[in-house]
């Protein structure tokens, strides 16, 4: 048994990069990922199945934003976060360079190298703050962003219910508006069919009389002739 925890020691040794630690195929689940975390993930496609910087930015970048869409936090486009992880791994190859120098400077570069791979890997959109809609989403980035002790816990059954019923509100609500704006429309063609046309009605009017006027004189004649027959 030690001698297996001596060999699995030993394993890791061999893995660990310097200043970033042991490699990832994955990142972590039920959190937003930390600079560390990112770039764990990116080394391992860079350097352990040898992927191309572009690739190993591209493959992570997967991960990252599908992490953020669980959280459902806006973030800012697919092209900046590519952008972003290469310039973590060019951040990482400069101080990478002067790791044999035995100095203040280099101690201090070092430190403040490893506090900022705790911080969160920030790809937020600018407007997040305003776009997010549910407090409880803008709470946890705010906590992910300082002293990150929330966790997500796969999907939120009662808050999907929730956002369900709300939608299907929202559905209800145009389809009534729909229906009274056809029942004004309709209700609106019915008035127009209705109102008389006045040109006409006294065109009617003109007739009537002619035919009353033409028509007693008929009766008139009519009757003679009925008298002498």
Known sequence: MEKLKVEASLTRSKTEVWLIGQ?????????????????????YHHHTEKKTVS??????SYQILELWDKARIPTTYDTHVIEKLKSVFEEYQLIKKNKGRVSDAQRLREKNFE???RNLFDIAHQEAAQLIQIHEDRVFLEDQ???????????DKQLSKKEDRSEERKQKDEDRKMREEYQKKASAQSSITKIPDSSNSESEENIEEQQHDGGGNDCSRFGCQCQRN
């Open 23 to 43: 490699l990832q195929d994955v990142l972590p689940a039920n959190v937003l990922p930390t600079t560390s975390d990112v770039r764990k993930v990116f080394c």
């Open 55 to 60: 690739e190993s930015a591209k493959l992570t």
């Open 115 to 117: 506090e900022k791979s």
């Open 145 to 155: 962003r300082s002293t990150r002790q929330m966790k997500m816990s796969g999907i």
